[in-house]
């Protein structure tokens, strides 16, 4: 149980793309998704947290307008990384937890690499 | 703000051999989780504890939390190669209500047969 699926795992495009990351909880319903970054050989550093129906809250540093965040059902958080460019090129990596004080399960992640 | 700090950076095991991450804290934590993300993959959970002096067990694994809830260690015996990877020690962060987690900056092991 507790399956998390990202996708897509692996992302090439042109600087000025947008790109859409969808984060599925696929046996369980996730009150609270987290969307994480995470440079090679780093830790994960927690960008924002995406709670059903309501905005997204953002860590400090982290522009809200370059990653817009949606988490339309309790099975489904995407982020988008708007107007791309090679510095916003990571692993990004999203959880997902059934409440508070509960283990965060995560995706596979994407790979994004902007040229 | 509250940070997690842990050690060491990297370890390298022979197999067979034992080892011992840890993870510290100034200030008091409310919980600590362990996870555990192999080369190319995702963090795995692999525990949580959360009482004062917990100390669980998975298999050759052993997880510590400190009496004074400020530390935390993980033990490995007899290592494998399966337990290539990079741990993560991961705390709750005692002003969110989210369940935000802040993540120490893992131990990287190498295993060497």
């Known amino acids: 149980g507790a399956v998390v699926s990202q996708h897509p795992s692996r992302v090439i495009c042109k600087s000025g793309t947008s790109v859409k990351i969808e984060c599925r909880s696929l046996d369980f319903q996730a009150t609270t998704m987290f969307w994480y970054r995470q440079f090679p050989k780093q830790s994960l550093m927690l960008m924002a947290t995406s709670n059903e129906g309501s905005k997204a809250t953002y860590e400090q540093g982290v522009e809200k307008d370059k990653f817009l965040i949606n988490h339309a059902s309790l099975t489904l958080s995407t982020l988008t990384v708007t107007s791309a460019h090679p510095e916003d090129s990571s692993f990004y990596i999203c959880?997902?937890?059934?409440?508070?004080?509960?283990?965060?399960?995560f995706g596979d992640g994407t790979r994004l690499s902007i040229l | 703000g509250q940070q997690v700090m842990q050690i060491p950076q990297y370890q390298h095991v022979q197999e067979g051999e034992d080892f011992t991450t840890y993870c510290n804290s100034s200030t008091t934590l409310s919980n600590i989780q362990w996870y555990k993300q192999r080369p190319g993959g995702h963090p795995v959970f692999l525990i949580q504890l959360v009482k004062s002096g917990e100390v669980k067990k998975q298999k050759r694994l052993t997880f510590q939390f400190g009496e004074a809830k400020k530390n935390s260690s993980l033990h490995i015996t007899a290592t494998q190669t399966t337990d290539v990877g990079t741990y993560f020690c991961?705390?709750?962060?005692?002003?969110?209500?989210?369940?935000?987690?802040?993540f120490g900056a893992g131990t990287q092991v190498v295993v060497t047969p």
């Open positions: 959880s997902a937890s059934s409440g508070f004080g509960q283990p965060q399960h």
């Open positions: 991961a705390s709750g962060r005692t002003t969110d209500s989210w369940g935000k987690l802040q």
